[in-house]
């Protein structure tokens, strides 16, 4: 598959955030439609990709729900059968024509490998229980209509527009980036050492899929959960080994966190009211909501972790 | 445009809605009109909203503002009823901008002339390369503030964040709280009269009545930077 192939080392320079978790029923009745509006109002910011993270409709348990993203649409029906027959598939939606969700009888682990290892040209967005993940190097508006964004509803989401300053656009460079069973990782920054990084983190058996400095910032969090590091444990040594610009937002099965860098060049600006927390790059996209006007606003602060929703990791 | 009224002092202001009209629709009225009240509604977080004023305008805007905001202005008065994102007041040249609520980062970069105040707290870099605009802070400011700032003078009601005035010039800030840290020749200096007297005044135009000049230490530079040392030859 091409995008395996692609050198994509492009960082995060401009780009948007976006990301809500529910407080109430009637937020998560319509998430779909809140990540929506606050992804298309970022797109001035990241025209190039787009992509979203969204919690919803838990698998039960023992099985798992895979994303996954094939440049070779025909070849849809012979992968779900290959996968049938390897680990079982209790259902599989075809999203879009590059996309599709696949629930397995097994554990989210298991079926990771099992596609890795036995359909090398099908990439994972993501995997686990819960999590769904959807990207692609198409603009936010067309992002929304393709996969019918504004329909889905779910606890918590995030949100990604990507503005690629020195490389390709591909689908493979684009966010949010899996970080592991339920766990992803949006970026707006740019560092300086992931090369180094990168190397360092292979050695360690973690497997990077392009050149791209947000995959090494996601792969250095899966890093840290694997040591058992708590999340907010993880996030805190990214201050330490992590030499760049970053906002980062990271979703869990649970709920998000934020991160941004001690300089905090990029921006990012919170807000919370009874029916939501939100954070996103830049207010308009916060003014979208229902309630915003007369939601608490802040900026967070630099190198503090910010969390909602019980973010321990397993 | 809605709300069109008779032109006298007492006149209220007429209202400019940005629900139906764009940033630029809204500017371009705002640089035809020579004088009177505004209204700015439905901001939403829009960037650069007021920007490149030059008249004698009181213009209100009623909700949150992004980047950007009453960049360049020059003799207007405009006052957020709300936080405002980065780049407040850029570039200032004259006239008062007020935010009632939080500003982010770079508030009143490199502003020259003109009063900034800001009701609740401002983010990192706050008056960076400021060159003779003030700055009055209710709250607290973030890390970086007055950055290489030339001229002005920058009030801190709060607390100060990490390397204030670093490479600083010849602005003067005064804090009345805790400063987190003083940036490369950014030294605490003697509060003389003079300065008692002139923080009073920044204070009273600002509108800050429960601050006490006698309350504030002031900050400024140490001049060692302004020549090259000979000494540090060997560093190069």
Known sequence: ?314 | MSGAAPDSTAAPSRALDLSQLSVRELNAALHEAEDGRWEVLDPVGKHAIAAGLDAELEVEIAGNVGYYCAGMNKRATVRVKGNCGVGVAENIMSGKVAIEGDASQAAGASGHGGLLVIEGNAAARCGISLKGADIVVRGSIGHMSAFMAQRGRIVVCGDAGAALGDSIYEARIYVRGEVAGLGADCVAKEMRPEHLEELAELLAEAGIEDAQPAEFSRYGSARRLYNFNVDDAGEY
């Open chain 1, 1 to 314: 598959m091409g995008s395996r192939l692609d050198a994509c080392h492009a960082d995060a320079a401009m780009c948007g955030i976006v990301g809500i978790y529910a407080k109430s029923d009637a937020c998560e009745r319509h998430l779909g439609a809140h990540a929506a509006a606050m992804l298309v109002e970022m797109a001035d910011r990241g025209p190039d990709s787009a992509g979203v993270a969204i919690y919803r409709d838990p698998a039960p348990g023992g099985h798992s729900k895979l994303c996954l993203q094939s440049a070779d649409s025909a070849g849809w029906d012979d992968a779900v059968t290959a996968i049938d027959t390897g680990i079982g598939v209790v259902e599989a939606r075809r999203v879009g024509e590059r996309h599709a969700l696949v629930e397995t009888p097994v554990g989210a682990e298991e079926a990771r490998d099992w596609v890795e290892r036995e359909l090398p040209d099908v990439a994972i967005d993501s995997a686990g229980r819960i999590i769904e993940i959807y990207k692609d190097a198409i603009s936010p508006a067309e992002f929304v209509s393709r996969f019918s964004l504004a329909e889905m509803s779910g606890t918590h989401a995030l949100g990604h527009t990507r503005m690629a300053t020195e490389s390709r656009v591909t689908p493979a460079g684009s966010h949010p980036f899996s970080t592991g069973l339920d766990l992803c990782l949006v970026h707006n920054g740019s560092l300086s050492n992931h090369n180094r990084l990168r190397d360092e983190l292979r050695r360690e058996g973690i497997g990077f899929r392009t050149r791209n400095d947000s995959e090494v910032a996601a792969a250095y969090l899966t890093w840290r959960l694997r040591q058992g590091a708590t999340l907010e444990g993880a996030l805190e040594g990214c201050l330490e080994d992590l030499d760049g610009f970053y906002t980062f937002a990271v979703g869990t099965a649970e709920g998000f966190a934020v991160l941004r860098d001690p300089i905090s060049c990029k921006p990012a600006v919170m807000a919370e009211c009874d029916d939501w927390v939100a954070i996103a790059s830049e207010y308009r996209a916060l003014a979208t909501l229902p309630g915003a006007a007369d939601a608490e606003v802040w900026e967070p602060e630099p190198g503090v972790v910010y969390s909602w929703g019980t973010v321990a990791v397993a």
